[in-house]
C-alpha cells in the first residue's frame, strides 16, 4: 500500500487512511472526518502558514537547517560568482539559464521597456519631497495598471510576457525617479549604454557630467546583491503576490500587493532597521546594553537583520553580502558601522538566548551597509530589495497561472465570535 497516515478519531473510533505524497497530506482530505453529517469536516488551525505548503513549485529550493539556499537547482553561491542579474531573472522565468542569444533578446527587451510614461513623472511630482521611497513604488507600480490595460488578459502567455518585460525593465527607473524626486532633482531617463545595474546606479547619480561613468566594482557589487535578492520561496511578499494574483488580477497591482508587503520592518523593511539600529548602537562599547535589552524585551525589541522563518543556520545570503562588503570598501572606503555589525554578530551568537533559538544573520544584516556606504539613503534600502525580487515575484505568479492546482486564494477560519443575537434599537443600548 502506498504511504499513508491512519488517523483514528477519537469521537467516535473511526479510523481514516490520509494519503502521504511528498511528505505532506492534503488538507482537504481531513475534511471527511465528521462526527455526523451536521458536521463540516475536520480542518487544520495554521495561522501564519508555519506549516502548510501553499503551492508545488520548482523554482526555488531553501533548506533552512543547513543554510542552502538553490535557484532552479544552482547554488546560490555559484550563481552570484559567475552570472549576472538578468541572467538570473531569465533562469527565474524560464527554468533554464541563458544562452548568449537568449540573454542578448532578454536584456534588449528590458533596454527597450525601461523608459517610464511621461504621465508617470507627472504622477510622482504629486508626491511630497519627504515621501517614504517604498511608498512611491508601491504606489506608481499600481499606477502602471492603468497605463497598461492589456495586462488584464492574464491567460496569454504573449501578453504575459509583455508586461514582465515590462515591469523588470521599468523598477530601476521608478526606484531613481523616487530618489531624485525628493531631492528635486532632474529625472535621468534610462540608457541602453549600461547595464541593468549600471543604468539603476547612473539614473540616481547621474549631475552635470557628459559621459557619466559607472564604477563597475560598485556596479558588479550591486549585481550581485540583486541575484541574492530574486526570489526566496513562499515569503510574505511572493505569499501576497501569489494570493492577489489567484484572484486574476493584473500583474502591476499584484507586484505593487507584493512590494507592500515587503515593505514590513519584519520582512525587506529590516535592511532599513538595521541601520537605524546600528546608528542607535553607535560604539561597540553599547553592544553588550543593547542585546541585554532585547533579551529582556520579550519579542518586543529585536535584533533587526537577525532570525528567519526558515534559516535556522546561517543564511547562505549574508554570507555573500559579508564577503561583497571589503569589495565595496575599497572603492567607497570603510563604512565605521561594519564593525558595530561584526561585533554584534560575535557577541550574538556566542549568546544563550540568540544560539538557543537558532537565531543568524539574515540578509538585511549587511546589505545595508553596502547600500550606505554607495550612498543610497537609508529609507531607499527596500526599494534595492524590491527591484531584483520583481523577477522571483513574476517567476512565481506565471507558475500560480500554469498550476491546475491552483485556485482564488481563500483560507478558512474557526469562528468563535457570537452565535445570532438580535439588533437592539440604539436608544436602548448600554
Ligand atoms: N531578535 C530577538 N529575538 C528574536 C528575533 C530577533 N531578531 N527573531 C526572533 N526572535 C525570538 C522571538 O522573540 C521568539 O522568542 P520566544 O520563543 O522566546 O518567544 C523566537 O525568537 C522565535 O521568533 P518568531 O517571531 O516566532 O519567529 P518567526 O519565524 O515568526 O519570525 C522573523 C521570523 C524574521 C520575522 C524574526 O526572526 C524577526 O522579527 N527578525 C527581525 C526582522 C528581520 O531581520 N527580518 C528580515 C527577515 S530576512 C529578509 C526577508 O524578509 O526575506
Not at 523608459?115 to 499600481?142: C, Q, R, W, Y
Amino acid at each position: 500500500m502506498a504511504d499513508h497516515l491512519s488517523i483514528t478519531d477519537s469521537r467516535n473510533g473511526k479510523v481514516y487512511e490520509v494519503p502521504i505524497q511528498d511528505g505532506t497530506i492534503k488538507a482537504m482530505d481531513l475534511r471527511q472526518i465528521k462526527t455526523g453529517p451536521e458536521d463540516f469536516g475536520l480542518m487544520t488551525y495554521d495561522p501564519a502558514f508555519m506549516n502548510t505548503a501553499s503551492c508545488k513549485s520548482t523554482i526555488t529550493y531553501i533548506d533552512g537547517d543547513k543554510g542552502i539556499l538553490r535557484y532552479r537547482g544552482y547554488p546560490i553561491e555559484q550563481l552570484a560568482e559567475k552570472s549576472s542579474y538578468l541572467e538570473v531573472a531569465y533562469l527565474l522565468l524560464n527554468g533554464e539559464l541563458p544562452t548568449e542569444g537568449q540573454l542578448k533578446d532578454f536584456t534588449s527587451w528590458t533596454v527597450r521597456h525601461s523608459m517610464l510614461h511621461e504621465n508617470i513623472k507627472k504622477f510622482m511630482e504629486g508626491f511630497n519631497h519627504d515621501a517614504h521611497p517604498m511608498g512611491m513604488l508601491v504606489s506608481t507600480v499600481a499606477a502602471l495598471s492603468t497605463f497598461y490595460p492589456d495586462a488584464k488578459q492574464i491567460h496569454d502567455p504573449d501578453v504575459r510576457r509583455r508586461q514582465i518585460y515590462r515591469l523588470i525593465a521599468k523598477m530601476p527607473t521608478i526606484g531613481a525617479y523616487g530618489y531624485r524626486h525628493r531631492l528635486g532633482l532632474p529625472y535621468v531617463y534610462p540608457s541602453e549604454e549600461f547595464s541593468y545595474t549600471g543604468n539603476f546606479l547612473a539614473m540616481m547619480y547621474k549631475r552635470l557630467e557628459k559621459d557619466y561613468k559607472v564604477n563597475p566594482v560598485l556596479e558588479r557589487a550591486l549585481d550581485i546583491l540583486f541575484i541574492l535578492h530574486a526570489d526566496h520561496e513562499q515569503n510574505c511578499g511572493t505569499n501576497a503576490m501569489r494570493s492577489i494574483g489567484s484572484s486574476y488580477a493584473d500583474p502591476y497591482v499584484s507586484c505593487a500587493g507584493a512590494a507592500a508587503a515587503l515593505y514590513g520592518p519584519l520582512h525587506g523593511g529590516a535592511n532599513e532597521q538595521v541601520l537605524t539600529m546600528l546608528r542607535e548602537i553607535g560604539s561597540k562599547e553599547k553592544i553588550p546594553a543593547f542585546i541585554k535589552d532585547v533579551k529582556e524585551g520579550h519579542g518586543e525589541k529585536r535584533l533587526m537583520g537577525f532570525g528567519h522563518r526558515v534559516y535556522k543556520n546561517y543564511d547562505p545570503r549574508a554570507k555573500i553580502i559579508k564577503q561583497t562588503a571589503e569589495q565595496v570598501f575599497s572603492v567607497t572606503g570603510r563604512n565605521p558601522l561594519l564593525d558595530i555589525a561584526i561585533e554584534l554578530e560575535r557577541i550574538a551568537l556566542e549568546d544563550e538566548y540568540f544560539v538557543k533559538r537558532k537565531l543568524y544573520p539574515n540578509v538585511d544584516f549587511y546589505s545595508g551597509i553596502i547600500y550606505q556606504a554607495m550612498g543610497f539613503p537609508t529609507d531607499a534600502f527596500t526599494v534595492l530589495f524590491a527591484i531584483p525580487r520583481t523577477s522571483g515575484w513574476l517567476a512565481q505568479w506565471e507558475e500560480l497561472l500554469q498550476d491546475s492546482d491552483q485556485k482564488i486564494a481563500r483560507p478558512r477560519q474557526i469562528y468563535l465570535g457570537h452565535q445570532t443575537r438580535d439588533v437592539v434599537p440604539i436608544g436602548q443600548r448600554h
